[in-house]
């Protein structure tokens, strides 16, 4: 559990980071780095450890690069939509809700009482923590992009899990974020890469690539070989709630009466997890 809280909390300082990138990185092209340089890292080390040669299904290897490459592009083109804040809560407040029911479906993970509680207090925290700043009123692209994406990230990680008994967890976030950086990387001539070559945006896509994706995912796919599916996504939850936090810190944003019940409920949520982890 404490894995994937960590993890969730890399995932959240990518709002952040997105903020402070120049002003000429398309969502697109931000997305298409990221998971180019985190796939890379990522690869790089599996072959290091000796791990990736070994026998991959291919239909959720497929699943899973294709996830994380779908998954990418609606976020951030969804978030340049509805707003980060916003963005964030419907891709992240989803993808539980989905990734219960795949899990279910695809894996035998049959949703427990305590996870649906759970559930249910933090997305309804993440849900204050965007009301004071956008809203929940969208256009149906801004709203449909950012539930793809929350699909896209349950398929992740469905498709992961289904692909770690056996396998090294570092090699798995390799072929699954490897293969999504191939199908994106002929997004790179298509796309302004200008940003680049200002310092800023360097560090920006460093900061994306080896900390919000390839430390962030070795974490999560650690974390996914002993816990449920529909409790990993619950946990990263905490992602909109450290995006709330620097958003204030770094941004100079500051969090409403409202956005502070939210932040409580989230909490609240995964505490209920956290007792039923120790429980078991």
């Known amino acids: 559990m404490f894995m994937v809280l960590c993890a969730a909390v890399m995932w959240g300082t990518t709002g952040t ?55 990418q592009l609606a976020f951030f083109e969804g978030v340049a939509r509805a707003g980060v804040a916003a963005g964030t809560i419907v ?3 989803s993808s539980p ?77 390799a072929v699954a974020f490897g293969g999504g950086a191939l199908l994106l990387t002929p997004l790179l001539f298509f796309t302004d890469l200008s940003w680049l070559a200002d310092p800023r945006g360097v560090a920006v896509a460093l900061e994306l690539g080896v900390v919000a994706t390839a430390i962030a995912y070795i974490l999560f796919t650690a974390a996914l070989t002993t816990l449920p599916v529909s409790h990993g996504a619950t946990l990263s939850l905490a992602e909109p709630l450290t995006a709330s936090l620097l958003g204030v810190l770094v941004l ?17 949520g995964l505490l209920v997890l956290a007792l039923a982890a120790d429980r078991s």
Request: some cysteine; overall charge positive.
């Open 91 to 93: 891709t992240i407040g």
């Open 17 to 71: 980071a997105r903020a402070l990138a120049p002003a000429s990185a398309a969502p697109i092209s931000v997305g298409a780095v990221r998971i180019i340089i985190g796939g890379a890292i990522l690869v790089v080390i599996a072959l290091v450890r000796g791990t990736l040669r070994t026998r991959w299904p291919l239909l959720p290897t497929l699943i899973a690069a294709g996830a994380v490459a779908i998954y």
């Open 97 to 173: 809700v989905f990734a219960g029911l795949i899990a279910w479906a695809a894996l035998g993970e049959r949703p427990q009482a305590r996870w649906i509680v759970a559930t249910a207090l933090a997305i309804c925290g993440v849900t204050l923590l965007a009301l004071p700043r956008e809203g929940l009123l969208f256009e149906p692209l801004a709203l449909a992009l950012p539930l793809v994406s929350g699909m896209g990230y349950a398929v992740y990680a469905t498709a992961t899990k289904s692909l770690l008994p056996g396998r090294d967890n570092v090699a798995v976030a």
């Open 252 to 268: 100079g944003e500051r969090l409403a009466p409202v956005q502070l019940l939210g932040a409580v409920l989230v909490l609240l």
